[in-house]
């Protein structure tokens, strides 16, 4: 009898952003986000009002392995993100 292995299934990251429309060139900050699977080691970076570029730079390192999979801007001053790590 064959043996049968669970698929393991892969990491998602959903994060929406908004600028501080009275400021211009300012940073993208996290409104909100969602994890489904595991986001570790970087859980701490996706608080709500922290920068996306903090949680970019932890995401996006090699040694972890998400990558951004979908990015939309709903205006000029907001938008999301979503990043998938296959395991």
Excluded at 14 to 35: F, Q, Y
Aim: proline residues 5%; aromatic residues 6%; contains cysteine.
């Amino acid at each position: 009898m064959a043996r049968v292995k669970a698929v393991r299934q892969h990491d998602l990251v959903l994060i929406s952003w908004t600028r501080n429309p009275l400021v211009p060139g300012s940073a993208r900050r996290i409104v909100s986000s969602r994890v489904i699977g595991s986001a570790q080691p970087c859980r701490a970076n996706l608080s709500p009002n922290g920068l996306l570029i903090n949680a970019f730079n932890c995401l996006l390192d090699n040694d972890i392995g998400f990558k951004v999979v979908y990015r939309k801007n709903t205006s000029k001053i907001s938008g999301f993100v979503l990043l998938e790590r296959n395991r």
